[in-house]
């Protein structure tokens, strides 16, 4: 498993980004992505199993963003609508073949470099 994250960058309160995960490995497994803000800990935000019919959502987060897969290429994104400035964070695509999308909420193995999305006010 090896991923790499892209499209993040600088939006407006009310904005939306979708940022993209893609696993050049091209194992099948449950992925998602966690966010971490500036002074605070890690935290899970969206996780999705393989075939797609798992999803899992941050409270914070449920109904502003969407989580979606394809497969064919093995690409995670995240769409993040009505974005606020707490949204503010490095978002970490993670992956973890031995492991559901519900159990990859506390923990995943392999982890991607992040890619920083910052929400202006």
């Known amino acids: 498993v090896q991923l790499q994250a892209s499209g993040g960058g600088l939006v407006q309160s009310g904005g939306s980004l979708r940022i993209s995960c893609a696993d050049s490995?091209?194992?099948?497994?449950?992925m998602g992505w966690f966010r971490q803000a500036p002074g605070k800990e890690r935290e899970f935000v969206a996780t999705?199993?393989?075939?797609?019919?798992?999803?899992y959502y941050a409270d914070s987060v449920k109904g502003r963003f969407t989580i979606s897969r394809d497969n064919r290429d093995n690409t995670v994104y995240l769409q993040m609508n009505s974005l606020k400035p707490e949204d503010t964070a490095v978002y970490y695509c993670?992956?973890?073949?031995?492991?559901?999308?519900?159990?990859?909420?506390?923990?995943?193995?392999?982890w991607g470099q992040g890619t920083l999305v910052t929400v202006s006010s």
């Open positions: 993670v992956a973890d073949p031995r492991r559901t999308a519900s159990e990859i909420r506390d923990y995943a193995s392999y």
């Open positions: 490995g091209r194992i099948v497994s449950a």
């Open positions: 999705m199993s393989w075939r797609g019919d798992r999803k």
